[in-house]
């Protein structure tokens, strides 16, 4: 089995999975191969049995668990083994979806003033139109970094994006991130990426994810943020000013509702907070 985890990688590289999403599913395969080889089981002759036994070994939560079962029975599609249907046909107890990491507002008013402020930094340009870009549209740091001069629209007012599972979508750019993404476009020619390094290669999502991290500390932001938070607060702050659940959801391109009831779960916990502090 571990023979084929490299393969697999680029199976999933090919589909435009982003690297945080590919590096959780290769960690879990490599945790299940090292636990075949420790019980002595091949994996052409793997049983339901013996893949049950690794998820109660790992005394796993819930949420956790489902996870792993999913990857797993995705690596079993892939490679067509015969337990693939049966691994497949497993249904868990729903795990409690915990709420999700955002900025708070004060978080998010740090973060748009240093990146505004602090001129000094090389690439401030760059990175203030990257991390505004996040913050007002939501799209996800694959769809950013992928994004290349012709997928904006200046003039129409829009980006046109490969979302995931390769649809084709349009979102809106408002006026201060389109002001800010101007001068990264002048002189460019269509196929050339809107965020570049110095080198003039479009940025990587693990780099994003540095730049995240050096200015949410030029911030005083002291906790770690992971820029998928930047889609999670854009998310938060257009429920709480248009109260319409249906609108975030075009807006995040979810195709069932469900997922995005998590943002109402956040509204509601800071309706309660609001309430309990007024009452004391």
Not at 74 to 84: C, E, G, R, S, Y
Not at 106 to 121: C, G, H, S
Not at 124 to 142: E, K, M, N
């Amino acid at each position: 089995m571990r023979s084929q985890i490299p393969a697999f990688a680029e199976h999933l590289a090919a589909r435009q999975l982003a690297l945080g999403t590919i590096t959780p599913y290769l960690s879990e395969l490599r945790r299940f191969a090292a636990f075949l080889e420790a019980e002595g089981v091949a994996f052409d002759g793997l049983s339901i049995t013996q893949a049950t036994r690794y998820f109660v070994r790992e005394g796993r939560s819930s949420l956790t668990t489902r996870r792993a079962l999913t990857i797993l029975n995705q690596f079993l599609t892939w490679a067509k083994h015969p337990l693939a249907p049966e691994l497949g046909a497993i249904r868990l107890p729903r795990a409690h979806q915990a709420a999700p990491d955002y900025l708070s507002e004060v978080e998010e008013k740090a973060l748009r003033k240093a990146l505004k402020a602090r001129t000094d930094v090389r690439d401030q340009p760059r990175d203030r139109a990257l991390f505004c870009l996040l913050l007002d549209t939501g799209i996800r740091i694959s769809e950013a970094a992928g994004l290349t001069v012709g997928d904006v629209e200046l003039d129409e007012k829009t980006i046109r994006l490969v979302t995931k599972g390769d649809k084709r979508r349009v979102r809106f750019l408002p006026v201060e991130t389109r002001d800010l993404l101007r001068p990264l476009m002048a002189g460019q020619p269509a196929e050339s990426a809107v965020f570049r390094t110095r080198t003039g290669r479009a940025v990587s999502d693990r780099h994003i994810r540095r730049l995240l991290d050096s200015w949410a500390k030029a911030a005083g932001i002291e906790r770690f943020i992971h820029p998928h938070a930047l889609r999670h607060t854009f998310a938060t702050s257009l429920l709480k000013k248009t109260g319409n659940l249906r609108l975030v959801q075009l807006a995040l391109d979810h195709e069932s509702p469900k997922t995005t009831a998590i943002y109402a779960h956040v509204a509601d916990e800071e309706l309660r907070a609001a309430i309990e502090g007024r009452c004391k």
